[in-house]
């Protein structure tokens, strides 16, 4: 028996999925991304990262050598709309990408 199979059209999860597929929450998806402008180490704004959420990747992009560098584990999400590296590396002459997996419907 395959997955979609034994999920229950009235199970939380499939609510969930078929919620999240509709046209009118497109910007709702299971997996967040957004790109930012690096700064000093401390709060970054990120507009639609909520707290609840997980946070999957921080990759810093240098503009001198346009090199990929994981700073994934220098940040974590710290309140809705805000990752923060206290202690960490200095962005400001970079830029930031940012995924996350999106857990708060609201």
């Known amino acids: 028996m395959i997955l979609k199979d034994r ?3 009235g199970s939380p999860i499939w609510r969930r999925i078929i919620r999240r597929a ?3 929450a497109t910007d709702k998806g299971l997996v ?14 990120v507009a ?8 999957v ?3 810093e992009i240098t503009t001198g050598t ?5 700073r994934t584990t220098e940040f974590s999400i710290t309140a809705d709309g805000v990752i923060n590296n206290t202690g ?3 962005t400001s002459a ?6 996350w997996e999106a857990f708060d419907d609201e």
């Open 88 to 90: 960490g590396t200095d």
């Open 66 to 70: 346009a090199a990929l560098v994981d």
């Open 22 to 24: 509709s046209a009118a």
């Open 57 to 59: 990747s921080v990759i």
């Open 32 to 45: 967040g991304f957004a790109g930012i402008t690096g700064g000093a180490a401390g709060n970054h704004t």
């Open 48 to 55: 639609k990262i909520k707290l609840n959420d997980h946070l």
């Open 94 to 99: 970079d830029g930031l990408l940012i995924f």
């Open 7 to 9: 999920m229950r059209r």
